[in-house]
């Protein structure tokens, strides 16, 4: 009797389709030089404030997801990240960041695309499993690589702290099976892997303008 080999699971499907576009985005050079100690503070700061941009949108349409039947358990407050990106800008930029940061070209595109297709929970998942289990796995070593080469304490890496989450392994797992639990048609699931691979072509660009901004001294 011939096996059956078992549906893949949303959450693989997503890792394995995007794993090109994903390594692209993190080799890209900004990130390279970044990591590697060869920016300035100034450069991060930068960063932080094209991250305040995109989580802003990310999350204005979870907010719309999260009343969605199907939706509704991808939302979780203890993922929120505005408002710690909002303190380590007031500590890098000082109290009147608002008035001092720049949204890139590449960001406001970026933005646009959330608003255009992220209350839709196919594209939502993509975007937000993109940017959350990034931010709760690599964001980590990000963290670390600031701490070691800028000087920077817990001020200004706030966005990397998950206080709610004290486990962020068995989160992950969670999250996960959440993406998996979405009984999502074929279509939708073709939908969700391509608009993931778009969300890493979006944040590799974003970066494209930030090295063009900050070229190594």
Known sequence: MPVVAPERTLSALL??????EHERAENEGFVSLLLGGRLDVDAYADLAAQQHAVYTAL?????????DRRGTGLVFDELRRVPAIERDLAFLRGPAWRDEIRVLPATA????????????V??????AYTRYLGDLS???????????????????????DFPAIPR????????????????????????????AQEAFRLN????VELGDAHPAP
């Open 59 to 67: 999350e204005q349409v979870g907010e719309t997801v999260r009343q």
């Open 109 to 120: 595109t970026y933005i646009a695309r959330l608003h255009d297709v992220g209350t839709r």
């Open 122 to 127: 196919p594209e939502y998942a993509a975007h």
């Open 204 to 207: 590799r660009a974003v970066f």
């Open 15 to 20: 890792r394995d389709g995007t794993r090109e």
């Open 138 to 160: 690599g964001g980590q070593i990000v963290q670390r690589m600031m701490q070691r080469h800028y000087g920077l304490g817990a001020d200004g890496l706030e966005f990397y």
């Open 168 to 195: 962020l392994k068995p989160f992950k797992d969670l999250y996960r099976a959440r993406l998996d639990d979405l009984a999502l048609t074929p279509d939708e699931t073709a939908t969700a892997v391509a608009e």
